[in-house]
């Protein structure tokens, strides 16, 4: 490598709080170790190519938009509430503590008379997301008064807001404060984005790129297990029947004639069951081993 190669950095945003950690998780298992001190904004990273900064998801966008950062990962929402010119290099399906979109939800106390955005008018609703509030009342046709919320908006109502717009996961901290969800504004999920005069230069352009696959194929491989078996051929057929691949299993001749070994990829929920059903079926030597990413 060049010494000039060696010099250029990316500048790589990392979502700061409920996302933080299940970001440096992801990043661990495509390939990269990212350290965090408490008391710093900027992470250490175990590649020289890269240097990253904690940033809130709420302003990653903008960040990014800017130039500050080459790339980044956020929310959609975040991105339609900044109104940011970024461009979505990979969208990524991951949350705090699970692997689904999240929502925004308009939710009120469990006794609130509130039964849709109809009975807004003229109420008041604490939010972060004060433009995608604003969108959802004109649609309706509503007038209410929205203020915006630094946090801890699900402790607000019902003596600070009538109603609140916050986003949520599982809807566990809602209904923890006494709050029931009345309608969704919309579902978001993460997307890892880059500044468009970065993604100009061919060698941005490429770590960018990179960068996205690795963390794709890491969030595809979740949830699944390789699996090798060793396979009489009298037995192939009927054992090639219980395998549920992910794609065609690879299928080996051994050094014992007859014989052949099977590497394939399943959903590891169902590895309890179909173990004890190929060794029945006349498997053996069977390994089961974790993955990290699956490419292609």
């Not at 979502?15 to 998780?25: A, F």
């Not at 001190?37 to 904690?54: F, G, H, K, N, V």
């Not at 699900?154 to 006494?178: Q, W």
Request: proline share 4%; charged share 30%.
């Amino acid at each position: 490598m060049s010494k000039k190669r060696a010099e250029q950095k990316i500048a790589l945003g990392i979502p700061k709080g409920s996302l933080e950690r299940s970001t440096v998780e992801m990043f661990r298992k495509a390939g990269w170790n990212v350290s965090v001190d408490t008391r710093s904004y900027y992470p250490d990273i175990d590649d020289a190519e890269i240097e990253c900064m904690l940033i809130r998801a709420q302003e990653m966008s903008r960040y990014v938009e800017e130039g500050i950062l080459d790339c980044g990962l956020t929310g959609k929402d975040w991105i339609v509430e900044n109104g940011s010119d970024v461009l979505e290099v990979a969208e990524l399906i991951y949350g705090k503590v699970g692997r689904k979109p999240l929502k925004w939800v308009l939710a009120v106390p469990e006794n609130s008379k509130i039964k849709g955005p109809a009975d807004l008018e003229g109420k008041r609703i604490a939010t972060e997301a004060v433009g995608m509030t604003e969108r959802y009342l004109k649609k309706h046709g509503v007038k209410a008064n929205i203020e915006f919320s630094w946090g801890a908006t699900e402790v607000k109502p019902p003596k600070l807001a009538d109603a609140i717009v916050e986003i949520t996961e599982t809807g566990s901290s809602l209904r923890a404060n006494n709050l029931k969800i009345i309608d969704t504004l919309c579902e978001s999920t993460t997307r890892f984005i880059a500044n468009h005069k970065a993604m100009k230069d061919r060698w941005k352009k490429g770590k960018i790129t990179k960068i996205a696959m690795l963390l794709e194929a890491t969030l595809k491989a979740e949830g699944k297990v390789g699996l090798m078996l060793n396979v009489p051929q009298s037995k192939l057929n009927r054992i090639l029947q219980k395998m549920p691949a992910l794609e065609r299993p690879t299928i080996s001749p051994l050094a014992e004639d007859g014989w052949f070994a099977l590497n394939s990829i399943v959903d590891e929920h169902v590895v309890r069951d179909l173990i004890p059903d190929l060794i029945k079926a006349g498997a053996s030597g069977i390994v089961e081993y974790p993955l990290n990413k699956i490419i292609g």
